[in-house]
């Protein structure tokens, strides 16, 4: 089966660091290029980062760019997020997402900002 697991998610103060990652199998992970989203309650879902297959393209929302660093590991077939200067706006459920010929989702995990 497809599945797009993340983890690392949880609660941090803000200016603090996380690192979240989002282990994939059951497709071709390096066919695919790979999206973070997030989505905060009472607002729509936000693209935050995109990496391109081979990871030389990447692309980040105004509000986190600076902050966030989008990576991915073929030969561990995992995308990262790595997410620096934490403000209490990121505060969200973040998906991975995968964008090819299928689309595939993550079940979502939770980062909350706040002191």
């Known amino acids: 089966q497809v599945q797009l697991v993340e983890s690392g998610g949880g609660l941090v103060q803000p200016g603090g660091s996380l690192r979240l990652s989002c282990a994939a199998s059951?497709?071709?992970?390096?066919?695919?290029?790979m999206s973070w989203y997030r989505q905060a309650p009472g607002k729509e879902r936000e693209l935050v980062a995109r990496?391109?297959?081979?990871?030389?393209?990447?692309n980040y929302a105004n509000s986190v760019k600076g902050r966030f660093t989008i990576s991915r590991d073929n030969a561990k077939n995992t995308v990262y997020l790595q997410m620096n200067s934490l403000k209490p706006e990121d505060t969200a459920v973040y998906r991975c997402?995968?964008?090819?010929?299928?689309?595939?989702w993550g079940q979502g995990i939770q980062v909350t900002v706040s002191s």
């Open positions: 997402n995968a964008d090819g010929r299928y689309t595939y």
């Open positions: 059951g497709f071709t992970f390096s066919r695919y290029p």
């Open positions: 990496i391109s297959t081979t990871g030389i393209s990447t």
